[in-house]
């Protein structure tokens, strides 16, 4: 296991050294370095408030869906060690998830997957403020006097917007429909069955079959629980905007600390949101790294903001948003995992 962590971590320095060539290299070291070093301290803390408003305001979220009484910081703790699993495993953002449900289940004594039914019912949630977001963004882009997009561009944004509903429609349907989930689930076991028995002799499918249906029926159970919590689910979508709002002004904040301030609303949620759609692409990197980085400067500039502005606010935006926050994460899971 510690292995496989220190695998992950170089793979994951790697890619962020390689982006950091990408960027300068697109606006030379000495620009870019000369950019970076002209940030306004005091705005670019800022960014940093807004990031953690950001992670307090899902950490809320995921409060106000667990009926046990937990305190924030705890729940903070858990938060951010899942944030950490999620940025280094190619996971398709969800590698922490489990993490945090059994870091949960572990604090108050109670079944994983209950526990997992409100860590993956907060991701959820947190889809519909955010597509509710990105359609706003859309909206005020399209009400911009001279927006005019090309055949690419509008084809672009409707598979992400697609995408994204799909991706929602899809999680709703499973929800909705145990017995579907549970038979793709005994799809996949059946599938990977061959491939698991390779790394470990004597795999008991039925045996491990049997278990993922009750894990399921489990899940369930916690789901429509949280189903019957109204008022909770209404505080916790309150918050969940909040935090996504927080997220588009740390990067608002990013772009005033190098003095940029001709930058419209419609194009930071568009860029935003279509950025962290790209995350859920390429399952090989973890955390979207490398191809969020790569989108949002892209995008940035196709907008019309200069380049020596768009790599060094990507960059600045990328160094709090994932590498500070897989850092503070990496020290909480530590933390967590000593035996008391």
């Given amino acids: 296991m510690e292995r496989f962590k220190a695998r992950n971590i170089g793979y994951v320095i790697a890619i962020g050294a390689i982006v950091f060539i990408f960027f300068t290299n697109k606006i030379g070291l000495s620009e870019f370095l000369s950019r970076i070093s002209s940030v306004s301290k005091l705005l670019f803390l800022l960014v940093i408030l807004f990031n953690f408003l950001n992670i307090i305001s899902f950490v809320i979220t995921w409060r106000y869906l667990i009926p046990a009484n937990i305190s924030i910081y705890k729940l903070f703790k858990f938060y951010m060690a899942g944030t950490f699993v999620n940025n280094i495993t190619p996971t398709f953002g969800t590698g922490g998830e489990p993490v945090k449900a059994l870091l949960l289940g572990k ?22 403020p955010f597509l509710i977001i990105g359609g706003l963004g859309i909206g005020l ?22 995408l994204a ?28 069955t061959p491939f698991i028995g390779f790394v470990k002799k004597g795999f008991d499918h039925k045996a491990y079959a049997d278990a993922v249906e009750r894990s399921i029926n489990s899940f369930h159970g916690g789901l ?24 588009i002004l740390a990067i608002y904040a990013v772009f005033l600390s190098l003095g940029y301030t001709d930058v419209h609303i419609s194009v930071l949620i568009i860029t935003y949101t279509v950025s962290m759609m790209s995350s859920w692409l390429p399952l090989f990197l973890p955390g979207g790294l490398g191809i969020v980085d790569v989108t949002m400067a892209g995008l940035f500039i196709f907008s019309g903001i200069p380049a020596e502005i768009a790599g060094p606010a990507t960059w600045l935006y990328r160094l709090v948003a994932y590498w500070l926050n897989t850092i503070v994460g990496a020290y909480y899971l530590r933390a967590s995992l000593k035996p008391e």
Avoid at 107 to 128: I, P, W
Avoid at 173 to 191: E, G
């Fill in 107 to 128: 604090e108050l004594g109670v079944d994983r997957a209950e526990c997992f039914a409100g860590v993956v019912s907060q991701r959820m949630l947190n889809m519909f």
């Fill in 224 to 247: 429509r629980s949280i189903h019957h919590n109204r008022k909770g689910v209404i505080n916790a979508t309150l918050f969940s905007f909040l935090g996504w709002v927080f997220d």
């Fill in 141 to 162: 882009l399209f009400s911009m006097p001279g927006v005019m997009l090309g055949t690419p561009q509008i084809i672009a944004l409707l598979f992400s917007i697609g």
């Fill in 165 to 192: 509903f799909g991706t929602f429609g899809l999680i709703i349907y499973f929800y909705v429909r145990k017995d579907k989930l549970s038979s793709f689930v005994h799809s996949l076991i059946r599938f990977f």
